[in-house]
């Protein structure tokens, strides 16, 4: 005990006014379980605390800080419920009277004795025996002091809140008390019924703009209070009465307290119907006094109300109805708060409240105007008029019975279509709220119907309602007349129309049918009004969702009447259309529907006039500027309008009166070379690239561009160089690119079949590259397609008869074969410079190839371990004797090698696990050695090198060191390897014969 005591005045006179206290609810907690089952420290606690109602005072009223309260009422609270069980048969005994005497002694204060009337305040008829009792009474002393410390009195609802969830017996206490008329009447202040009783007058306004005083917890007791209670047996007409005033309820709504508690006083009072009828006025005025963003609570409640399963839940529902139209009526100046109603029935009382979603279906064409309602700020109507759409969507009654658990099923087809009729009945009422065309237009109109026209789109479902539409067409294409007349940039009313139209042609053949006799395509669909404006991103973003739809009508029009797309694609707009949507910008779905429109036509016989000046105008336009939105589109633009050998040839050979026509099919792949394009652009500039060159040859056009001063060769030489160029800059693209570089190969191919002039561009360019990887010490990384592609032009270069010119396209190609060998020594490379040293023509070019130099220091060096393969070895044999002097690169390369092939076989024993490795690895320098051995001016230096590199060793250590690698070891498989290592490093016959 002594502990204890020291324990909790240490607890309440220091650490709760230290300012630095962050172990505080740790020493909070040690000493809740030091009283755990200690009942005789627990009683001493409550006695403590209530003979010293000034320090309870402070610590749970006064005390500015939050944690110094929760901790007190989590002591407070942990001692009071270990003591319940114990007390519970002692709580209500009280003492005796006091005496007479004892009586006479004390004073009573005149102020005071009208509160002692009061009656929401107990009278006391002893002193409780019970110190819980009379703890709890010190506790409900301060209560008048709660309007002057409204800041800090939540810990102080919270523990009587936690104290009325112990147990009946705490309950019956709190209700003896009239502790829950008290806090009403404290919460409702000068509205308060019993506010004529109180001591203080005037009393002090709880609350400020920045705070509100915390009620939650008080609410909360009130509800359990009631829940568990029996309201004929534990409850006295005070209590009923402030519980259930109507004040009490438009407070606690007003200001959101503890709505869940609240509810669930609700659900209790409102078996009344009375007192129903009251709540919902009460509901009605408070909803009609907020704004939009403060009426959840109120949905919250009428909701628990509505929701009561009763004989009178259908007059209640019918109450709730009158009271959400009367908001509505009210507020039609207020566009988001009718908008929060009507979210409120989409989202609540459609999948919860049955009866008044019949009710509001039964009374739906009263709100149907709010969908195209014009009176307010344009962002709030744009939120009105779509939840409007939407609540009307979710009223519709479903086919059948909604499973729980399950997506509701589909609308009924008779209501939707109701729902329908009613809608286009009022196209002309929503086509009224928009100004009319030459009008001075104030506010922004472009937004207006657009929910409105959603919503008839969202109901044409069978064919009766297609039918319904189509008696209307008529007033719908006048709709869209005046629309576009508004000429707005961004306009969501013509967005969702011409979506209507394309949904009623789609499923209505006849409304599809209409448009086509009317010939209202070209009359009026083309001249509708679209801008767009690159300065503007929510133009571009307009414009991406608006155009394909107006497209894909276009498109579903023209498919099914030819006469009309004959019309559409030689219309002027349709030429804009081309150009600015197509080509221009990147609207990728409305420039498919436009392409796909303009191949339909251009495959027919009929088109070859219309193709012809297309290809002119395009020759002429200059559209190298336009190629970093959709380079895609012009390549598939080229090969729609190339539909014949006339159409290539015209493309390709238009000349010009005073400079050489340069090819404007080329100049594009000049650019998308320029821009470094990767992927499709390239691909299908390639693929149509070589159908186009193809036609060259087979039209018998090759004299256009033979000649080397013309224009068309010029710029064929810049475009190969500029492929070469991308291929190499994009090689480290592996399996991704194998298609593209099989295209590239075959333009390649094709333009150097034309013009052999670009194939030495090509071969230079690629050798140029090449070698700049290898001058960087590095091996370039090359995936097989790319190789394949490089041989195939190395190939060609090489075979091409020896010309005077340099460079040489024949030495280049040899060139460009030998740094190919230098990265993988392929049979096919060797092949190839093996039949260029037989050709008396071209061997010179082999033999004196600054190119060598990098393949035979690769040979000796990197690819050493290539020595013995029979291809390799051929080819070196025959072309190391003719080499005038190796590099000193070359040298020093097969030096190392000679002497760490010695050192790496001799490191290893007999039946060592890396003796067959290292005595490959020997053998394949022994071949080199004996490659070398075939070119003196070569040998000489090689031995020179490696005698450097063995320390200047004479014949006799020579043969020491020799006989101590063979020791140990089956000299027979390894004679050959050290006979020609050290025939080299020999220095007479007498050294060899020693060795």
Not at 188 to 196: I, M, R
Not at 535 to 555: K, Q, R
Not at 923 to 940: M, R, T
Not at 952 to 963: D, F, P, R, W
Request: aromatic content about 10%; proline content about 5%.
């Amino acid at each position: 005990m002594p502990a204890i005591q020291l324990a909790t005045c240490f607890l309440v006179n220091t650490l709760s006014r230290a300012k630095e206290r962050e172990n505080l609810g740790t020493y909070t907690k040690q000493l809740q379980g030091m009283l755990s089952r200690n009942i005789p420290a627990c009683t001493w606690l409550l006695r403590f605390f209530e003979e010293q109602p000034k320090l309870l005072k402070v610590l749970l009223l006064l005390c500015q800080y939050d944690d110094v309260r929760a901790n007190a009422v989590d002591l407070f609270m942990h001692v009071l419920r270990t003591l319940a069980p114990g007390a519970v048969f002692e709580m209500w005994v009280e003492e005796p009277q006091l005496s007479k005497e004892e009586a006479e002694d004390m004073e009573v204060d005149e102020s005071d004795r009208k509160a002692v009337t009061n009656p929401i305040v107990y009278e006391h008829t002893g002193r409780p025996k019970s110190v819980l009792v009379r703890f709890m009474d010190t506790l409900l002393d301060m209560a008048d002091d709660l309007p002057d410390n409204w800041r800090n009195f939540e810990q102080y609802f919270q523990l009587f809140y936690e104290f009325a969830s112990i147990g009946p017996d705490q309950r019956r206490y709190l209700l003896k008390r009239r502790v829950m008329a008290r806090f009403i009447d404290i919460f409702l202040a000068e509205k308060s019924p019993y506010a004529e009783f109180s001591k203080k007058r005037n009393r002090g306004k709880m609350g400020d703009k920045a705070t509100q005083p915390e009620f939650g917890h008080m609410v909360g007791m009130c509800a359990v209070l009631v829940k568990n209670g029996d309201l004929q047996r534990d409850f006295d007409e005070v209590d009923l009465e402030i519980v259930k005033h109507q004040e009490f309820f438009s407070k606690s709504l007003y200001n959101n307290v503890n709505m869940n508690a609240l509810c669930d006083l609700v659900a209790v009072f409102c078996t009344s119907y009375s007192f129903s009828k009251d709540l919902l006025e009460t509901t009605k005025q408070g909803m009609n006094s907020v704004n939009a963003s403060f009426m959840q609570p109120y949905f919250q409640i009428l909701t628990r109300v509505l929701a009561i399963e009763d004989q009178r839940q259908s007059d209640r529902t019918k109450i709730g109805y009158r009271l959400l139209k009367f908001i509505v009526e009210e507020n039609t100046k207020h566009p988001k708060i009718v908008a929060e109603v009507f979210k409120y029935v989409r989202d609540t009382a459609v999948p919860r409240l049955p009866l008044l979603r019949a009710i509001f279906w039964q009374h739906a064409h009263l709100f149907q105007e709010y969908t195209y309602f014009a009176q307010g700020e344009t962002s709030e109507l744009e939120l009105l008029h779509g939840a409007t759409r939407s609540m009307l969507q979710s009223l519709v009654p479903p086919a059948a019975p909604v499973a729980e658990g399950k997506q509701p099923p589909e609308p009924s087809e008779e209501s939707v279509h109701a729902l329908l009729a009613e809608l286009l009945e009022h196209v002309a009422d929503a086509k009224a709220q928009l100004p009319k065309v030459g009008e001075d237009q104030t506010g922004d109109h472009s937004s207006q119907i657009a929910e409105f026209l959603r919503l008839i789109r969202w109901c044409i479902r069978s064919s009766a309602q297609k039918q319904l539409v189509l008696q209307h067409a008529d007033e719908l294409l006048d709709l869209f007349s005046t629309i576009d007349g508004l000429k707005n940039l961004m306009d969501k009313n013509k967005l969702e129309l011409v979506q209507l139209l394309l949904d009623a042609v789609r499923v209505c053949p006849e409304f599809k049918a209409k448009l086509l006799a009317d010939d209202y395509v070209t009359s009026k669909l083309l001249h509708t009004y679209i801008q767009i404006d690159s300065a503007v991103p929510a133009s571009i973003t307009y414009n991406e969702a608006a155009t394909p739809p107006f497209y894909e009508l276009v498109h579903l029009l023209c498919k099914a009447d030819e006469h009309t797309l004959r019309s559409v694609v030689t219309h002027q707009n349709f030429s804009w259309a081309i150009t600015f949507v197509y080509l221009k910008n990147n609207f990728q779905k409305a420039g498919e529907l436009i392409e796909d429109v303009l191949r339909m036509y251009c495959t027919s016989p009929a088109s070859a006039a219309f193709r012809k000046e297309r290809i002119a105008k395009f020759v002429e336009y200059d559209f190298r500027d336009d190629l970093e939105t959709k380079p895609v589109a012009f390549m598939r633009y080229i090969g729609i309008l190339l539909q014949s050998n006339e159409d290539r040839i015209q493309f390709c050979t238009t000349p010009s009166i005073t400079t050489p026509r340069v090819t404007p099919f080329l100049k594009l792949a000049q650019a998308l070379v320029d821009r470094q394009w990767k992927g499709g652009a390239l691909e299908t500039w390639a693929e149509t690239m070589q159908n186009a060159c193809q036609c060259l040859i087979t039209a018998q056009s090759e004299s256009t561009i033979h000649s080397e001063n013309i224009g068309p060769s010029v710029i064929l030489k810049d475009v190969c160089a500029g492929v070469a160029t991308e291929l190499c800059n994009t090689v480290t693209y592996d399996a991704a690119w194998s298609r593209l570089w099989d295209n590239l190969r075959l333009v390649l191919e094709t333009l150097t079949s034309i013009n052999k002039h670009c194939l030495a561009v090509v071969v230079c360019k690629l050798r140029d590259w090449f070698k700049e990887q290898f001058d960087k010490g590095a091996e370039p990384y090359v995936p097989d397609p790319f190789y394949d592609m490089c041989l195939s032009v190395a190939s060609r270069a090489a075979m091409l008869p020896v010309s005077a010119r340099r460079p040489s396209p024949s030495a280049a190609g040899i060139d460009l074969a030998l740094l190919l060998a230098c990265i993988n020594m392929t049979k096919d490379v060797l092949d190839l410079l093996f039949w260029c040293v037989d050709q008396p023509s071209t061997s010179e070019f082999v033999v004196f190839s600054d190119c060598l130099i990098f393949f035979l220091s690769h040979c000796f060096g990197i690819g050493i371990t290539q020595m013995g393969q029979p291809h390799v070895d051929v080819f070196l044999k025959r072309v190391v004797p003719q080499v005038p002097a190796p590099a000193p690169q070359v040298v020093q390369n097969l030096a190392v090698h000679v002497k760490q092939s010695l050192a790496d076989f001799t490191a290893c024993e007999q039946g060592d696990t890396k003796l067959a490795s290292a005595a490959s690895y020997l053998n394949s320098v022994a071949v080199a050695v004996d490659i070398v051995c075939g070119n003196p001016n070569f040998f000489v230096l090689v031995k020179a090198q490696v005698r450097r590199e063995l320390g200047n060793l004479t014949s006799q250590e020579l043969c020491q060191q020799v006989g101590a690698v063979l020791q140990g070891k089956r000299q027979a498989d390894f004679q050959l390897c050290i006979a020609n290592v050290t025939s080299m490093l020999s220095d007479n016959e007498e050294g060899k014969t020693k060795i």
